[in-house]
């Protein structure tokens, strides 16, 4: 049997996903990245769904090895999260992954986790592996290192350690199946619900420089919207909308860097990409953006306790409806902006509003589409929207 000692990274952190196929190998001290000159990548599909407060990732690879049985060391490399719950609460899995699977070629896989130092961005902003897999072995922090780091750093979440689930499997030859699937907590910053990165440009690194047939589905529930950065795909004409759906364009956000990028409104359903003969020349990057004027709004009193500034907030994307658990006096708003808001949940489902006024206002969002199949019913809306249009009667 020839034995070949190969990392193939998922790297994942407390706000960030990131999942990399790319090929890795040993060399003295050093992890350097390498080109896979035997196993190709013939197909992959990766579908995101959101479930509740978390994310579920599921990978399906096909993988072609055209000469003898490889046994390969394969580790999903995931960061210490940051200002985050006390790691040695959860220790040695990492705080925020669970349900971790691997099946390769129908068979489950038993996996360790090494707890190693993280790798570092040089002077010139590039980032450098650790070299944590010295003369054939993973170099594993004891427990009591990490809470000495703990100790004198004295901030749980910000320490310079990577958790590495990792474990070994065996490539024969001919069609290779791995199934990769493991949860996530979604975590938020001041401008983002969340954000969810994806290396795609690891997969060059096979033997066929590509991915033969890619797959993408992403489903974050209904009345979602969110930004895809344009830079794995051109146009986003090549995304089909599986459900109900529109798309708008938006170059106002700091991460659009003044670029075109495509904001998906999705009323119902899901999004997909597919690409044959798919080499990779970005990354995916989902971000859920949070809109301050709207949230703030609704958690102070005083300035911010102005329904017309919701009522502009609201034309951007949709929103999660929750009204404040110390709400200010709404009671003297103008009365078309409380009718304004207190449909939001109807104008979100489609609903066609017989007041003009009301129909003019919801044409005018980034989001709304027309439903001719909704009537309005009040019982199919949430516990917290039904709290909402009651709030705003």
């Not at 999903?76 to 390769?104: C, R, S, T, W």
């Amino acid at each position: 049997m020839k034995k070949i000692i190969i990392l193939l990274f998922c790297c994942l952190s407390a706000l960030f996903a990131f999942a990399n196929d790319g090929v890795f190998y040993a060399s003295g001290n050093q992890l350097i990245p390498i080109n896979e000159t035997d196993i190709s990548v013939k197909k992959e599909v990766l579908t995101i769904n959101r479930v509740g407060n978390h994310l579920e990732v599921t990978v399906y690879y096909e993988f072609f090895n055209p000469k003898g049985e490889k046994e390969l060391l394969v580790g999903f490399e995931a960061e210490a999260p940051y200002n985050g719950p006390d790691p040695m609460d959860f220790f040695p899995k990492h705080p925020h992954i669970q349900n971790f699977k691997v099946i390769l070629n129908g068979e489950p896989l038993t996996y360790e986790i090494a707890h190693v130092e993280r790798g570092r961005y040089d002077d010139n902003g590039e980032y450098a592996p650790s070299q944590y897999y010295l003369n054939g072995k993973i170099q594993n922090w004891t427990k009591k290192q990490i809470e000495d780091t703990l100790f004198a750093w004295n901030y749980p979440g910000d320490m310079p350690i990577d958790y590495v689930y990792h474990f070994k499997a065996k490539f024969r030859p001919g069609l290779n199946i791995i199934q990769h699937t493991y949860d996530f907590d979604l975590s938020f910053s001041v401008e983002e619900e969340f954000f969810f990165p994806y290396i795609l440009t690891a997969a060059n690194r096979w033997a066929n420089h590509q991915i033969d047939d890619f797959t993408l589905n992403v489903n974050l529930g209904n009345r979602e919207s969110f930004h895809i950065l344009p830079e794995f795909f051109k146009n986003p004409d090549e995304w089909q909308i599986l459900g109900k759906g529109k798309v708008t364009m938006d170059t106002t956000w700091h991460l659009t860097n003044g670029k075109e990028t495509p904001v998906f409104h999705i009323q119902k359903g899901g999004i997909s990409f597919h690409k044959a003969n798919f080499h990779p020349d970005g990354e995916l990057h989902i971000h859920q953006r949070r809109i301050w004027s709207f949230n703030m709004s609704m958690q102070y009193d005083g300035e911010y306790n102005d329904s017309e500034i919701l009522v502009d907030a609201a034309k951007d994307q949709y929103q999660t409806l929750r009204i404040p658990e110390e709400p200010g006096d709404y009671s003297k708003s103008p009365a078309d902006q409380r009718r304004i808001l207190k449909n939001l949940p109807f104008a979100y489902r489609g609903y066609i509003f017989k007041n003009k006024e009301l129909q003019d206002y919801f044409e005018s969002t980034e989001w709304y589409l027309p439903n001719p199949e909704y009537n309005g019913d009040m019982e199919a809306l949430s516990t917290e929207e039904k709290k909402w249009v009651e709030f705003w009667k």
